[in-house]
Each structure stands twice: as structure tokens, then as C-alpha cells.
């Protein structure tokens, strides 16, 4: 079993950045693929970010590709993202997520057991 809790969302002007963060409970963390979708409202929850647990490789949703970073800490438990360039149409609920599979299953939310109960982040024009 795997928690996850976010935090790092809030509000922030276009052409801002914003961390967020997502800590893990568990000695397992490395072993997991993990992920971030973001849904906003009355739309499907979206692939954003994830990074592999068997190499660290990175995959990025093409909206957010050369803005967005994801990065994880092993020794803390933590997978980050590190969104810069803000853009209104990021604004949704921003939510980390666990798996194990790698490459382009790493994109599909059907591919992730855990998730946490998700952050805010709101981008005002």
C-alpha cells in the first residue's frame, strides 16, 4: 500500500512557476513509476508528467513539454514537478499518482494503482 500527499499548489500569475510536490509513505517508493495527471473542470483527468522507476526516464505530455519538470528523490520519498512559464490553461487539480509500468504506459491513468486527493493550482491571465 502506498499514500501519497501533494502540496505545493496555489495561486499564480501567467509566466509564473510553481513546485509541487508529492510525498510517499513506504519503503518501496523506488519501485514505483511515478506520475502526474492534472483534471480541470468537466474534463478527464490528464497525463502530464511521469518518471520510470527503473532508469528514471521522463516522459512529458506535449502541452507541457520545455516548461514542465519532474524529478524524484528516492531517499525522500518525493517526486516533484516543477512547473515554470504558467499558462491560464494550466489551471486545474494537479494529482501524483503510482504504478509500475514504464514507457508509454506510463502515460495512461488506467496504468496507476495509488493516487493522492490532489492539489489546487489556479493561473490567473
Known amino acids: 500500500q502506498v499514500q501519497l500527499v501533494e502540496s505545493g499548489g496555489g495561486l499564480v500569475q501567467a509566466g509564473g512557476s510553481l513546485r509541487l510536490s508529492c510525498a510517499a509513505s513506504?519503503?518501496?517508493?523506488?519501485?514505483?513509476?511515478m506520475g502526474w495527471f492534472r483534471q480541470a473542470p468537466g474534463k478527464e483527468r490528464a497525463f502530464v508528467a511521469a518518471i520510470s522507476w527503473l532508469d528514471d526516464s521522463t516522459y512529458y505530455a506535449d502541452s507541457v513539454k520545455g516548461r514542465f519538470t519532474i524529478s524524484r528523490d528516492n531517499a525522500r520519498n518525493t517526486v516533484y514537478l516543477q512547473m515554470n512559464r504558467l499558462k491560464p490553461e494550466d489551471t486545474a487539480v494537479y494529482y501524483c499518482?503510482?504504478?509500475?509500468?514504464?514507457?508509454?504506459?506510463?502515460?495512461?491513468?488506467?496504468?496507476?494503482?495509488?493516487w493522492g486527493q490532489g492539489t489546487q493550482v489556479t493561473v490567473s491571465s
Open positions: 499518482a503510482a504504478g509500475r509500468r514504464i514507457g508509454a504506459q506510463a502515460t495512461s491513468r488506467l496504468n496507476y494503482n495509488y
Open positions: 513506504g519503503r518501496t517508493f523506488s519501485t514505483y513509476t
